[in-house]
């Protein structure tokens, strides 16, 4: 099977995932509207062990909070490429693979705190913060 792969707007910054991707995680956070500038996230969970970076790993800046968690995109161009932790690539938005890597929205969360103007569509459940099944505490991200 070929590589999932992707880039940022201005090529400069490429990737490759071996395997398929996992259902994603949309969230419609006040945080994740300015992280990702638009409705919320759209993030794929990815083990840091199939990732690669292809080039331009060193036009990478990364923001990362005092958890450990953060993300990566594209020092010229600005595109959001990846969330981290602990410096590895964890997951990918959805927005910068290239192709149709045939992945879908799982779930979509925080739809409580969503932005007016963001009508979500598609089957896929929603959750006012957290799922319950999540196992991190409701209210613990100030969305
Ligand atoms: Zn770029
Ligand atoms: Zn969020």
Same mark, same amino acid.
Do not use: H
């Given at each position: 099977m070929t590589a999932i792969t992707g880039e940022c707007f201005c090529g400069g910054i490429g990737y490759e995932i071996k395997g398929s991707l996992a259902p994603a995680r949309s969230c419609h956070c006040s945080r994740c509207r300015k992280a990702f500038s638009g409705a919320g996230s759209a993030m794929s969970r990815v083990d840091p062990a199939t990732?690669?970076?292809?080039?331009?790993?060193?036009?990478l800046q990364t923001y990362v909070n005092r958890e450990g968690a953060g993300l990566g995109f594209c020092r010229r161009c600005g595109t959001t490429l990846c969330g981290l932790f602990d410096g590895e690539v964890t997951g990918i938005t959805?927005?910068?693979?290239?192709?149709? #890597? &045939?992945?879908?929205?799982g779930e979509h969360i925080f739809v409580a705190s969503k932005a007016g103007w963001d009508e979500i569509g598609g089957k896929a459940p929603q959750f006012?913060?957290? #799922? &319950?099944?999540?196992?991190k505490p409701l209210g613990g991200s100030k969305a």
């Open positions: 990732f690669t970076w292809t080039r331009g790993e060193e036009l959805l927005g910068s693979l290239n192709g149709d #890597p &045939a992945v879908i929205i006012d913060a957290w #799922p &319950a099944s999540d196992g």
